[in-house]
């Protein structure tokens, strides 16, 4: 009788601490996984088109988990750390919730961008290394495009330049394929060759060519190809 009761109570203190993963509403494409703080994280699902698609039902209720965690933020540190997490992973995704699609207008949190990203780039909640590994895997076969999507581009570079050896080890984690788009986004634009864009690119080459060959070859490639890319379209 008293093993019984030892095993039913180590059984019910297990299901208190163990984390439940459901699919809630339309969310489809993502689940929502439950911590006992009750903050919700976002987990892309597989998808066999693409593994990052977020439905339009989905989107709003991503936009708003989002902002009510970030108003939330000086509330509790819980609240800053799940509004990262929360935070787009892929470029689809941070596209869905914070682009512009011409005829569409704005995605929902696109009038947010620059304040969640400044957020994200100065908070010491969370570190630089998660930070950075966020906005490189944001940035993989990315393209530019205005508001948002090129502020995100301008801050990344700059978290490369401050922090070049954390950077670097992240992106060397990356397919050489994976590596060069991630360099194609940062110095993509409607004019690689302007003088701004060229010195970014040079003050990015100098940083890295003593640091790590591999790297430094992808990103000439890279800039290279959107020379190329920028000669055909005129």
């Known amino acids: 009788?008293?093993?019984?009761?030892?095993?039913?109570?180590?059984?019910?203190?297990?299901?208190?601490?163990?984390?439940?993963?459901?699919?809630?509403?339309?969310?489809?494409?993502?689940?929502?996984?439950?911590?006992?703080?009750?903050?919700?994280?976002?987990?892309?699902?597989?998808?066999?088109?693409?593994?990052?698609?977020?439905?339009?039902?989905?989107?709003?209720?991503?936009?708003?988990?989002?902002?009510?965690?970030?108003?939330?933020?000086?509330?509790?540190?819980?609240?800053?750390?799940?509004?990262?997490?929360?935070?787009?992973?892929?470029?689809?995704?941070?596209?869905?919730?914070?682009?512009?699609?011409d005829g569409d207008g704005g995605a929902p949190l696109y009038g947010r961008g620059y304040e969640h990203i400044d957020f994200i780039c100065t908070t010491e909640k969370i570190g630089i290394d998660r930070k950075l590994d966020k906005f490189i895997d944001i940035g993989i076969n990315g393209h530019w495009e205005a508001d948002n999507i090129g502020y995100l581009q301008e801050k990344l570079i700059d978290?490369?330049?401050?922090?070049?050896?954390?950077?670097?080890?992240?992106?060397?984690?990356?397919?050489?394929?994976?590596?060069?788009?991630?360099?194609?986004?940062?110095?993509?634009?409607?004019?690689?060759?302007d003088t701004e864009v060229k010195s970014d690119f040079d003050e990015m080459y100098n940083m890295i060519k003593d640091k790590d060959a591999v790297q430094t070859e992808l990103l000439k490639k890279a800039y290279e190809k959107l020379l190329s890319d920028e000669e055909i379209h005129g």
């Open 1 to 101: 009788m008293r093993l019984l009761i030892i095993v039913c109570c180590l059984f019910v203190l297990s299901c208190k601490h163990k984390q439940k993963e459901v699919t809630i509403g339309s969310m489809s494409e993502y689940s929502i996984l439950k911590y006992t703080t009750k903050i919700a994280v976002l987990k892309p699902l597989p998808n066999k088109d693409r593994d990052d698609i977020i439905d339009t039902d989905s989107i709003s209720q991503v936009a708003r988990q989002l902002k009510e965690l970030y108003n939330n933020r000086d509330k509790s540190s819980e609240s800053i750390v799940a509004f990262f997490d929360m935070f787009p992973n892929t470029f689809n995704q941070f596209n869905d919730l914070y682009g512009y699609i």
């Open 159 to 193: 978290l490369i330049i401050q922090n070049p050896d954390i950077a670097l080890k992240i992106i060397n984690n990356l397919s050489r394929e994976e590596a060069f788009g991630l360099w194609y986004f940062l110095f993509d634009g409607p004019h690689p060759s």
